[in-house]
């Protein structure tokens, strides 16, 4: 049957495929592992001359590039992290090369006008910046979908890792009675957004946060999402 524009199926054909072990037709190459971010004034989704510009779009909203869904908050899973080095192009040009992991051209490169932080200037004067990316699950706390993406705290914003991640790890009681250092992906964060300025007056949009509740401790999503953050 028809119901909303969707096809209603009967609970024993769902019951079935959400029991089925299915084998995936794609490998990983072939699927997109979404970006979540904020919408800033230079985002493309609010130029109008882009294919992704949305005229709801307002700085500040939080957005993904796989379902460009506009959103005021967004209950996520810290699965992963990690800090990633890129080489730019200088004032604000392109990229040149994505070195991941690999610190090498960071540790090479030397700090802009004297400072001992930030972003880094190699031997051709192109930027080399050091960034903190998460591995995440964007959960839906209504109707329990928790799809991936990665999300990025550079510049500005990484300072905020610091306490992002030290929540994120805070000891919780064990088995035992004992005090207990859970995984990051253990507690749930509520994410949104506040304007910000930079030293020099310029006007952001900038992340903040709430801590939730352990994803174990969610009566109807919680041992779901614990298997699938495990398995990403």
Do not use: C
Request: hydrophobic content about 40%; glycine content about 10%.
């Amino acid at each position: 049957t028809q119901t909303g524009g969707a096809v209603a199926l009967p609970a024993a054909a769902l019951a079935k495929m959400a029991n089925a072990k299915y084998k995936d037709a794609f490998s990983a190459k072939e699927l997109m592992l979404p970006w979540f971010g904020l919408v800033q004034g230079t985002s493309d989704v609010m130029k109008a001359n882009k294919p992704t510009y949305n005229r709801e779009a307002r700085e500040g909203d939080l957005i993904d590039s796989l379902t460009q869904r506009l959103r005021a908050t967004q209950t996520v899973i810290l699965v992963k992290y990690e800090v990633h080095y890129t080489t730019w192009a200088p004032k604000g040009g392109k990229l040149i090369k994505q070195w991941y992991q690999d610190r090498s051209a960071y540790d090479a490169a030397s700090f802009k006008d004297g400072r001992d932080f930030g972003d880094k200037v190699d031997a051709d004067g192109n930027d080399v910046r050091e960034t903190p990316i998460y591995y995440i699950l964007m959960g839906d706390p209504v109707g329990g979908s928790a799809e991936v993406a990665t999300m990025s705290w550079g510049s500005t914003q990484a300072k905020k890792t610091r306490r992002l991640n030290t929540l994120a790890r805070a000891d919780v009681p064990g088995p035992n009675g004992m005090p207990m250092t859970p995984p990051l992906y253990a507690r749930l964060f509520d994410l949104s957004s506040r304007g910000e300025q930079n030293s020099e007056g310029k006007a952001f949009a900038g992340w903040t946060f709430s801590v939730g509740d352990l994803v174990l401790a969610h009566p109807k999503f919680g041992e779901m999402w614990w298997a699938k953050a495990e398995a990403f």
